[in-house]
């Protein structure tokens, strides 16, 4: 069965920068439609980035011009980049794509 597990999480000071992996196994990612989310405390889960099976990418408008998805098929893993963190970018991460969900790293901006 397919199975992400994310990594990259962490804490970080505000401007500072954190880039987040996904890694994929049982299933070629390359093949789907893969995004990034979100969830902070107290809120819903909220999408980040997507980048569909033919690369083509989409983001937030609120992490437009900091954050960018990627995909790396040789390793079949997918990462977001993310540059000049702000504190309202403190949430868990979590990864998903092929029907399925990682279990979220945390990143902590202050």
């Known amino acids: 069965h397919v199975q992400l597990v994310e990594s990259g999480g962490g804490s970080v000071q505000a401007g500072g920068s954190l880039r987040l992996s996904c890694a994929a196994s049982?299933?070629?990612?390359?093949?789907?439609?893969m995004g990034w989310y979100r969830q902070a405390p107290g809120k819903e889960r909220e999408m980040v980035s997507g980048?569909?099976?033919?690369?083509?990418?989409t983001y937030a408008d609120s992490v437009k011009g900091r954050f960018t998805i990627s995909r790396d098929n040789a390793k079949n893993t997918l990462y977001l980049q993310m540059n000049s963190l702000k504190t309202e970018d403190t949430a868990v991460y979590f990864c998903?794509?092929?029907?399925?969900w990682g279990q979220g790293t945390q990143v902590t901006v202050s």
């Open positions: 049982g299933h070629i990612i390359s093949n789907c439609g």
């Open positions: 998903a794509g092929c029907g399925v």
């Open positions: 980048i569909s099976s033919a690369s083509t990418t």
